[in-house]
């Protein structure tokens, strides 16, 4: 794409050149300077970006790109649990964001974590055969050194990954079985694996009691989360369990959403909506979720949903 193509991506983008190196700005955000092969180019391409809400999209894909660049600065310098943090945040808002998959990947192997390392190489689409080989190698030797609690935990892991969930409980039950041997900060998590797993089982009675022993260890928004979804499931009041859920994946902030309206919600449900909108613009099948949930919740609190039924039919027609 060259300079000319992007200021005309929006007439109130800035775009300034210096040395076959560009910087876009938009508003007070602003990139830093980027050389014109570099793949944030691909992501603001006309095709990539929402056209219902293009200056956020715009805004958004700037502001997630500084956040990226940060975490690369941090990982430079050996900074490895700054630069996880950074990761974290721009997969947050895409969970394929390669970027970022591969640098958390370096900056778990720079924690010696290879096993987790190769876990986020493999989700990215880097073709580096060499660092490839170094982690299989390396991962291999962790988990041959890992003690046999841990060993469980990870095949748990594995398992789950596969979709073979039975397994994966499996696992966790093997790991749980001296919970005296973690601590809290451990049995939490683990306490949420297996419940995770019960809730794939669809064995909701059981998911709800091991996320109950969750909170009871340490309170936790994911295991808020999932008592509120079993007890909906269960046909129980779910209400005030989801709203303790803050600090939850994109996905659970839209199923959290979908639950408020089914009880009824509709306020609480329209916050989830609009916060899910604020961090998610690709124009796939969950973002027609949240423009159609929006429209219920709406509905519901007899408020207008022109707008959104607007975008729901352009979305439906394929006409933008």
């Keep these: 794409m060259t300079p000319e193509e992007l200021s005309q991506i929006c007439e109130d983008l800035t775009v300034l050149e210096n040395a076959g190196s560009v910087r876009i700005g938009f508003g007070a955000a602003s990139t830093g300077w ?3 092969d570099d793949p944030f ?19 958004k894909e700037i502001e997630i790109k500084n956040i990226l ?9 050996e900074r490895y649990s700054r630069a996880i943090g950074c990761f974290d945040d721009v997969l947050y808002y895409d969970s394929r964001y390669c970027g970022a998959l591969i640098g958390k990947s370096h900056a778990l192997c ?17 073709h580096d055969e060499d660092y490839h080989r170094m982690l299989l190698a390396e991962s291999s030797a962790e988990r041959d ?21 039975e397994k994966a409980l499996g696992f966790y039950e093997r790991a749980l079985s001296d919970s005296s041997k973690f601590k809290n900060n451990i049995l939490f998590k683990l306490l949420n694996k ?6 794939k089982l669809k064995r909701f009675d059981e998911a709800l009691e091991s996320f109950d022993l969750s909170i009871d260890v340490h309170e936790n928004d994911s295991a808020y989360f999932g008592r509120g979804y079993c007890r909906h499931e269960l046909g129980l009041d779910c209400a005030e369990s989801l709203r303790h859920a803050v600090l939850i994946s994109k996905r659970h902030l839209l199923m959290k959403a979908d639950i408020f309206n089914d009880v009824n919600c509709f306020d609480d449900a329209l916050k989830c909506y ?6 998610h613009f690709t124009l796939d099948g969950d973002f027609a979720r949240a423009i159609e949930g929006k429209i219920a ?3 519901g609190l007899s408020l207008d949903s022109s707008r959104e039924r607007e975008i729901f039919s352009q979305i439906m027609d394929k006409s933008y």
Excluded: C, M, W
């Design 110 to 126: 720079g924690q010696g974590h290879f096993v987790k390392a190769l876990r986020f190489f493999k989700r990215s689409d880097s």
């Design 69 to 77: 660049d940060e975490g690369i600065d941090f990982l430079n310098s």
């Design 34 to 36: 980027i050389s014109l």
């Design 41 to 59: 180019f691909e992501r603001i391409s006309p095709e990539n970006l929402n056209p219902f809400f293009l200056k956020e999209h715009l805004l």
């Design 297 to 299: 919740a709406l509905d």
């Design 145 to 165: 050194a890992f003690p046999k609690i841990k060993r469980n935990i990870y095949a748990g892991d594995e398992a789950a990954s596969r979709g073979e969930f």
């Design 194 to 199: 297996k419940a995770h797993a019960l809730v």
């Design 274 to 279: 609009d916060e899910f909108l604020t961090v």
